[in-house]
């Protein structure tokens, strides 16, 4: 079975600032990782995805997430936050194989940026 | 740039009526989803369909919910009669293929059950 934690509920930071959100999964097999974004009113939204190529993965936006077998973790980061960073943001594994391709996610990190 | 689009946003409902929340997927998909979220708890998997038959459904998806593909664009989920607990934002997704494929998800509709 999979599952996602995301450490923190909340995270706050200034404009300008970097980003770390955390995450820690397990799964059963092989997985891919993803993290999604929600903007208000908005659908989720694809920042970045892994499916065991390159370890440090970049997405949009200027985020970048790094996949540590050895720690089960894809924390999120990304150097100098902007104002529009501020949402919800999502990680997500996949067993690649499982039936279905259905989805895992974590609670959810709301991230407010002060200017 | 092409997206997965969700009607209505916001349904209020009676408990025991059914409900058909509608879906357009991204037109060149052939995979699509149904997820949801109950206020302040984590998204949740309800349903996968392929190829016009269900690929995995999760416990959630009992008796009283279907989903259908009536024609070549629409993905419907229904609720044939609704509770109080399926009150709920509920996500459509679509995908190209399996697995390594991006899900595009839609805004949303919330469910509210009276």
């Known amino acids: 079975a999979q599952s996602v934690t995301q450490l923190d509920s909340h995270v706050s930071v200034s404009e300008g600032t970097p980003v770390l959100l955390r995450c820690n999964y397990s799964?059963?097999?092989?997985?891919?990782l993803f993290w999604y974004v929600q903007h208000p009113n908005k659908g989720l939204q694809l920042l970045l995805k892994y499916t065991s190529a390159a370890t440090l993965v970049k997405g949009i936006n200027g985020f970048e997430a790094e996949f540590k077998k050895s720690e089960t973790s894809f924390h999120l980061t990304k150097p100098s936050a902007h104002m529009s960073d501020a949402a919800e943001y999502f990680c997500v594994v996949s067993d690649l194989g499982a039936a279905g391709n259905k989805l895992t996610f974590g609670g959810g990190t709301r991230v407010l940026v002060k200017p | 740039e092409p997206e997965v689009t969700q009607t209505p946003s916001h349904q209020v409902t009676q408990m025991g009526q059914e409900v058909i929340l509608r879906c357009v997927p991204i037109s060149n998909h052939l995979y699509f989803y149904w997820y949801r979220q109950i206020l302040g708890q984590k998204v949740e998997f309800l349903v996968s369909?392929?190829?016009?038959?269900?690929?995995?459904k999760s416990e959630i998806f009992d008796d009283q919910f279907s989903v259908e593909r009536p024609d070549g664009s629409n993905f419907t989920l229904k609720i044939r009669s609704t509770k109080l607990e399926d009150s709920a934002m509920y996500f459509c997704?679509?995908?190209?293929?399996?697995?390594?494929?991006?899900?595009?998800f839609g805004p949303g509709t919330r469910l509210t059950v009276l």
């Open positions: 997704a679509s995908s190209e293929g399996q697995w390594l494929n991006e899900q595009f």
């Open positions: 369909f392929y190829n016009n038959e269900i690929s995995e």
């Open positions: 799964s059963s097999y092989s997985p891919s």
